[in-house]
């Protein structure tokens, strides 16, 4: 009957103790994002490619025109101001949903880490576009935006570092093969976004 009845209580303190660790995750890490909210940036990344490839079709690049360039940066700016704005409203109300706080530890942590490389990446964009060396702006975004995702990948779901390091591959490849940066952005950008985004939500959001 001891033994019994120590066996129980070793088996009480694991749940107890596991529970407790199960805590401790969901409070280091953000549990709030939306599935969906990628599959909408996915779909904004998609449309503003579209409306990249005929102002690419239609500008007059011997000629150095700086206003098609100007509205190439201007659509790549809607489509992340709109990215980031739906993730943030789905998201909110996803932790909303499940009684969560959006704004927490995990959240902070998450956004310290995705920024150190997004800003580098936002700088360093700059700087190629300053310098007229715009067939690199595609690869350099990848790259930097999969840093930020593997980066940020400890503090949410794992699955967003797979997804980084496939933006890290395709920037590096889009690198190699000059003359297909948008096809490669709308690859990484758009259809990754739509597949990843797809998978977390009837993964965790259903």
Do not use: C
Not at 42 to 66: C, M, Q, R, V, W
């Amino acid at each position: 009957m001891k033994i019994k009845a120590l066996s129980m209580e070793e088996k009480d303190i694991h749940a107890e103790l596991s529970s407790i660790r199960d805590l401790m995750e969901r409070s280091a890490k953000f549990i709030s994002l939306s599935g969906l909210s990628g599959i909408m940036a996915g779909i904004y990344a998609l449309i503003g490619a579209g409306i990249g490839y005929s102002l690419l079709k239609t500008g007059d690049y011997e000629h150095n025109n700086i206003v098609s360039i100007a509205e190439l940066f201007l659509v790549a700016f809607a489509v992340l101001i709109l990215s980031i704005g739906t993730g943030v409203w789905l998201s909110y109300r996803k932790a909303q949903k499940n009684g969560q706080p959006f704004w927490s530890t995990g959240s902070k942590r998450l956004l310290i880490n995705m920024a150190i490389p997004l800003v580098s990446g936002g700088l360093f964009t700059f700087i190629l576009i300053y310098h007229g060396h715009y067939g690199i702006v595609a690869p350099a975004t990848l790259i930097f935006y999969g840093m930020a995702l593997v980066a940020g990948s400890h503090y949410t779901y794992s699955g967003v570092k797979s997804l980084g390091i496939i933006e890290i591959l395709l920037g590096l490849l889009a690198a190699l093969v000059p003359g297909y940066g948008l096809l490669f952005w709308t690859i990484g950008f758009g259809v990754l976004h739509i597949i990843y985004g797809t998978v977390m939500h009837f993964k965790y959001d259903s």
